[in-house]
């Protein structure tokens, strides 16, 4: 296809390609989110020339390739994305460590600006503009921008209440999900929440991980941070910890302070308006039960 | 080592956000790697961090210590000092 838009967390995102090359081939994952949305938040050009740094362009940022086997985080490669300024233009370099032909891309974004550039170094004719790890990049800039939450968080719905439960790897997220998957919950998602502040409070909504997710989301009433423990301990949190705590959590490219500073307003909020929890559990149905019994 | 007539200065290299009668801080930082650390001030660690303002000598913030809490001098000098040193990352001293 030569255009498309998805809507994750009710972002829409428009892909075009002007050019006879590439074709657009989103990923399994964007297959229900796919969309037809009229008035999209950005619009992404996409090419396939070969693309090119500014030469004043300064790197502000950059994140080696680190793989997560067991909880345990393994350093496979100094390069892998990068983040640079000239001017008000950003860039988001990056190389496809799953790819087998995308080689690299380049992504030219602006904080303030709708209409952003990607160059794709692929000698397909079929290109996926949302491979890993742009969608992660391009959801975490776009969420930032308007001040909103990426968090590494698990999210579940039961009987009109939403719980979340964040922590880094191996704190048990997935398990967590798991267990209230059993229980009858519907599960928003095991790993990466988008949360936005809307009229009737702060909402959690899924992002694309897994081929052939459903788009879905919750109203958020608590929020645990969670990690494993002999038993069942919830502690409740207040402001500057609990702020700490939870911003410590969301994704974030903190190189610039007018992003830092729109995270922290939104943490704050959050904080402010839902209650934050500590949590230590058992991984069996006792957690769920203490949860609903304090609720 | 920091002395008595040295003046402080807040780092740009830090973000705030004032919760309560507390701060929260994140680094600015130019790497993934380094993006772990998020601090917290406690209501005395707040009070030094909103008199530092690029104008006071270590003695003034000492003596600031010591009227708002109404402690000895000695005390004020090892909290200002250990302030100072798990701060230093966001301090300029000059």
Redesign the interface.
């Known amino acids: 296809m030569k255009e498309f838009s998805v809507s994750i967390a009710n972002y829409s995102v428009r892909f075009v390609c002007e050019s006879e090359k590439p074709v657009l081939n989103p990923g399994k994952r964007f297959s229900r989110f796919l969309s037809s949305s009229a008035a999209p938040d950005i619009i992404i050009k996409v090419s396939s020339e070969k693309y090119q740094l500014p030469e004043n362009s300064i ?6 390739f680190v793989e997560e086997r067991k909880g345990l985080r393994i350093k496979k490669s100094d390069d892998f994305w990068s983040i640079h300024k000239n001017g008000q233009d950003l860039y988001v370099k990056t190389s496809f460590p799953y790819s087998t032909h995308n080689a690299g891309a380049l992504l030219k974004f602006s904080l303030t600006d709708r209409n952003w550039h990607l160059w794709i170094d692929s000698p397909q004719e079929e290109t996926d503009p949302l491979e890993y790890p742009l969608d992660g990049l391009i959801l975490y800039y776009i969420s930032a921008i308007r001040g909103d939450i990426l968090i590494h968080a698990s999210g579940v719905s039961l009987a009109g209440k939403g719980f979340l439960f964040s922590g880094m790897s191996g704190t048990g997220k997935t398990t967590m999900a798991g267990l209230w998957k059993k229980a009858g919950a519907k599960i928003i998602h095991d790993d990466r929440l988008i949360l936005r502040k809307t009229v009737t409070g702060f909402r959690m909504f899924n992002t694309p991980v897994y081929d052939y997710e459903e788009p879905v989301e919750a109203q958020v009433d608590k929020i645990f941070l969670i990690s494993h423990g002999p038993s069942n301990i919830i502690h409740r949190l ?4 609990a ?2 705590r939870l ?2 959590n969301c994704i ?6 007018d992003l ?2 729109r ?3 939104s943490v ?1 909020e959050i ?1 402010r308006t839902v209650p934050v929890y500590t949590l230590a559990f058992c991984p069996d149905i006792s957690v769920i039960e203490e949860i609903l019994k304090n609720d | 080592m920091t002395g008595p007539d040295d003046i402080l200065s807040r780092s ?1 290299s830090v ?1 705030t ?1 004032k ?6 801080l ?8 380094d ?2 650390s ?4 406690n209501e005395t660690g707040t009070f030094i961090w909103e008199k530092i303002d690029g104008e006071k000598t270590v003695r003034e913030l000492i003596k600031a210590v010591v009227e708002e809490y109404n402690t000895d001098t000695e005390t004020a000098t090892a909290d200002l000092m250990e302030f100072i040193d798990e701060m230093k990352l966001f301090l300029i001293i000059k």
Not at chain 1, 252 to 257: L, P, V
Not at chain 2, 19 to 24: A, C, D, F, H
Not at chain 2, 38 to 41: A, D, E, P, R
């Open positions: 790197k502000v940022f950059d994140a080696p207040y402001g500057a910890q702020v700490s911003i410590s974030q490219h903190s190189w610039n302070r830092i500073e995270l922290m307003d704050s904080c | 740009e973000v956000k919760t309560g009668n507390e701060y929260v994140v680094p600015v930082v130019d790497n993934i790697a993006m772990d998020v601090y917290t001030l």
